[in-house]
């Protein structure tokens, strides 16, 4: 007894020790280490079968690949990033994902940097790069991806603000520069007309489902329904059982059946309670409904045309469909949104890097080459 006892405390003792090594090599202060530093180009020939499935050919997606790739490029002269020190700068990139060319006549494509630091310890000068970092996101051609980053809901998308320009270029709230020779607006309002006909078509079809959903009866007499092939199936299956321990099937059988008629006695008795219950639930959706069709007869036809707005008190708007020039090639560089300034940054080594390149980097210079 004595003997397990000191082991048991030994193993404790070792798992207490490399507990507290864990512990203290995580609370080791990290240095960069500006010795080693990489940037990593956007790749080439990138595979898109959203492109081809929306109908772009596989020309229009190197076309795209080589524009976006020459604009990050022009992102990487900035000269904390050209090259890094003590960081990887890696470059993704991809084009039309998350639908961004769906029903488009303009290709869209999304790049960016994702940074990761090279740091060393006092007591170990072999570098080790950071997992993971923050990075900078750019987006090609695409004007619903940054507004799925605020908020929004199934009529449209809080409007952001313009909070400031750098270089003729506005930045918009959530800390995205826009760039872009188009003088067209980016957002078209949703009215207050469009904002009501969702509400209803919602209640509409939340009606439609309920009278589907209740048409079937209380769960009472959907039981009843399906007691008889429900009760068949289990005694088929304890027949198969009563072959080599009928004693067995036949205690289950009864407990099966016990089991059964007290679920059915239950329901029974709550049914009342179940239908009053359904009776509410969809009145109160088609008074909503009621509600809305109301509203909407009273409203004046200017009011309908007004621009609707989000429970922040914020106007609601959507991607303006006439936002780029249909004359143009599909895989131009109309519009670039970078997310330069999405982070509230902090003293971490990678933060350090991004305010950098907020202080440096050339947007007269980027908006010189979007034509």
């Not at 512990?23 to 202060?29: F, G, H, I, L, N």
């Not at 998350?98 to 060393?120: F, L, P, Q």
């Not at 051609?141 to 270029?169: H, W």
Request: hydrophobic share 40%; net charge positive; with cysteine.
């Amino acid at each position: 007894m004595k003997w397990k006892c000191d082991n048991r405390l030994t193993v404790m003792a070792l798992l207490w020790c490399c507990l507290f090594v864990k512990t203290a090599d995580a609370q080791v202060p990290r240095a960069l280490y500006k010795q080693k530093g990489e940037y990593l180009p956007m790749a080439k020939n990138l595979p898109s079968y959203q492109a081809l499935n929306n109908g772009f050919s596989a020309a229009q997606i190197r076309f795209l690949n080589d524009n976006m790739a020459a604009f990050m490029e022009l992102m990487h002269k900035t000269p904390c990033i050209n090259p890094p020190r003590g960081f990887e700068v890696g470059t993704y990139a991809g084009i039309c994902g998350d639908g961004a060319c769906h029903e488009s006549k303009v290709m869209a494509g999304s790049a960016g940097y994702i940074i990761r630091e090279w740091t060393i310890t006092e007591n170990n000068p072999v570098p080790e790069r950071a997992a993971e970092g923050p990075g900078i996101n750019v987006l090609f051609n695409d004007i619903r991806s940054m507004l799925k980053q605020g908020v929004y809901d199934r009529t449209g998308f809080a409007e952001p603000a313009v909070i400031k320009t750098i270089a003729g270029c506005p930045v918009l709230e959530g800390g995205f520069v826009v760039i872009t020779k188009n003088k067209k607006p980016l957002f078209k309002y949703v009215s207050n007309e469009t904002v009501l006909l969702g509400f209803i078509k919602d209640e509409e079809q939340a009606i439609k489902t309920a009278k589907e959903h209740f048409a079937r009866g209380s769960s009472y007499q959907q039981w009843l329904r399906d007691k008889p092939g429900i009760l068949k199936a289990v005694k088929e299956g304890l027949d198969i059982l009563s072959r080599t321990n009928p004693a067995d099937a036949k205690q289950k059988w009864e407990k099966a059946q016990a089991d059964y008629a007290k679920m059915e006695e239950e329901m029974k008795q709550r049914e009342a309670v179940e239908l009053a219950e359904n009776k509410s639930y969809l009145s109160a959706f088609e008074s909503r409904l009621r509600e809305y069709k109301q509203k909407m007869a009273a409203m004046p036809p200017e009011e309908r045309k007004a621009p609707g707005s989000h429970t922040n008190g914020k106007k609601l708007v959507i991607p303006n469909p006439d936002f780029f020039d249909p004359m143009r090639k599909a895989t131009d560089l109309q519009l670039v949104i970078i997310d330069l300034f999405r982070y509230d940054l902090d003293d971490r080594l990678p933060h350090q890097l991004i305010r950098e390149i907020r202080e440096t980097l050339d947007i007269a210079a980027l908006a010189a080459y979007i034509k």
